[in-house]
């Protein structure tokens, strides 16, 4: 499945994005769907993850509170809404999606096959 990430953009520190991911050909909604990131130097992290049914949902401990993962099945796109972004928060974010099971969620990176293109935030100071 080809996964399409965007939203990304120039945003003051304390400010918010929300990043949207979708599908070109394939429907989501048996799909685990993860978000990453990858900042200039520094390896990709794992940020946040989503169950089939939005049911389940786990996330770095630089982002709790701070970021929210979410899923519209019905629209076949999946979001990752920033808030209070830190100049830290600088990377390349990248979706990624794997079908498992239902009730799945998936925290390492190589456990996913399919991934986006990235999109890129940068948070000044």
């Known amino acids: 499945v080809q996964l399409q990430a965007s939203g990304g953009g120039l945003v003051q520190a304390g400010g918010s994005l929300r990043l949207s991911c979708t599908a070109s050909?394939?429907?989501?909604?048996?799909?685990?769907m993860g978000w990453f990131r990858q900042a200039p130097g520094k390896e990709r992290e794992f940020v946040a993850t989503i169950s089939w049914a939005g049911t389940r949902r786990e996330y770095a401990d630089s982002v709790k509170g701070r970021f929210t993962i979410s899923r519209d099945n019905a629209k076949n796109m999946v979001y990752l809404q920033m808030n209070s972004l830190k100049p830290e928060d600088t990377a390349v974010y990248y979706c990624?999606?794997?079908?498992?099971?239902?009730?799945?969620?998936?925290?390492?990176?190589?456990?996913?096959?399919?991934w986006g293109q990235g999109t890129l935030v940068t948070v000044s100071s």
């Open positions: 050909e394939r429907t989501l909604s048996t799909y685990v």
């Open positions: 990624a999606a794997d079908r498992r099971v239902s009730g799945a969620i998936l925290t390492s990176s190589w456990e996913y096959r399919n």
